[in-house]
């Protein structure tokens, strides 16, 4: 199995009048680990988000999609209210479940998906713990958790080791390695 190929062709962004992307061209093979390397405010994160469909640009994107359309994402941060009363059940509750109200907390299946994706990131021990008291690394690490959740087809990561320590850059690195031995 291997995952989307993506295809860029003549990419553009304008934000407020300012050109951030222009003719971009770039093909990225299916199932193998590809990385963006440029300065900040080069475009990485803007060409990351034309790629989600959160900006409006010129130009195509094309995924060649399997059977599997689910893309994970991870973003550079989670930018929220560290003083609300979330737990990281609450938080995996919110992404895993549709029309069940999170406050309801995780049914049986979504339970089990979700605490296999924190252990997977070991984070399983703090479920019950509240976001806002979690370390940026760690985090980062729910964030990686919530993207792995879908069974993604396409895994698009944004900075995703930032404020991590070495456990858990060594976390995050190894399920890359697994998960692209599996074609994702």
């Known amino acids: ?13 304008k934000l407020g009048g300012v050109e951030i992307l222009r003719d971009v061209n770039l093909s990225v093979a299916g199932g193998a680990i590809h990385c963006l390397i440029g ?12 790629l989600l469909g959160q900006m ?19 973003p550079q941060f989670l930018d929220f209210d560290k003083a609300l009363p979330v737990t990281v059940s609450d938080f995996m509750a ?9 406050f309801l907390g995780l049914n049986k299946s979504n339970r089990r ?21 979690l370390s940026g690394g760690e985090r980062q690490r729910v964030l990686f958790a919530q993207a792995l959740i879908p069974s993604p087809a396409l895994l698009v ?11 858990g850059a060594a976390v995050f690195v190894n399920i890359i390695r697994e998960l692209a031995a599996d074609g994702v």
């Open 39 to 50: 300065p900040n405010g080069g475009g990485k994160t803007s060409l990351v988000r034309c």
């Open 1 to 13: 199995m291997s995952g989307p190929a993506v295809r860029f062709d003549a990419v553009g962004l």
């Open 94 to 102: 919110m992404v895993c479940q549709k029309r069940r109200p999170a």
């Open 113 to 133: 998906l979700s605490d296999a994706a924190l252990d997977r990131v070991g984070l399983n021990g703090k479920r019950k713990s509240k976001l806002g008291s």
């Open 56 to 74: 409006p640009h010129t130009g195509n994107i094309e995924v060649d999609w399997g059977e599997n359309r689910t893309i994970g994402y991870v």
């Open 157 to 167: 990561l944004d900075e995703p080791m930032t404020s991590m320590d070495e456990v």
